[in-house]
């Protein structure tokens, strides 16, 4: 999809792009939420954090994209 669009931040704007179920925790809880899914058999990881500014911005492979 991102070959043939070319804009990704069109794409993140125009489509679903979700991962499924996000649980929001304080980093502190994070490990133990990722363990505990594991005992039940859920691939669960961090895929992001919440941080002071005005922007979203995308991460991946040590590029940035701002959606702002």
């Known amino acids: 999809l991102e070959k043939k669009m070319g ?3 069109e794409a993140y704007r ?3 792009m979700g ?3 996000v649980v929001v925790v ?3 809880e ?3 939420i990722i363990h505990i899914a594991g005992k ?3 691939n669960a990881m961090q ?3 919440a941080v002071k500014g005005k922007d979203v911005v995308l991460e991946k492979g040590g590029k940035k994209l701002s959606l702002l």
């Open 47 to 49: 895929i992001g954090k």
């Open 14 to 16: 125009t489509f679903n």
């Open 19 to 21: 991962v499924g179920m």
């Open 7 to 9: 804009d990704v931040k």
């Open 26 to 28: 304080s980093q502190s």
């Open 40 to 42: 039940h058999e859920i």
């Open 30 to 32: 994070a490990e133990k």
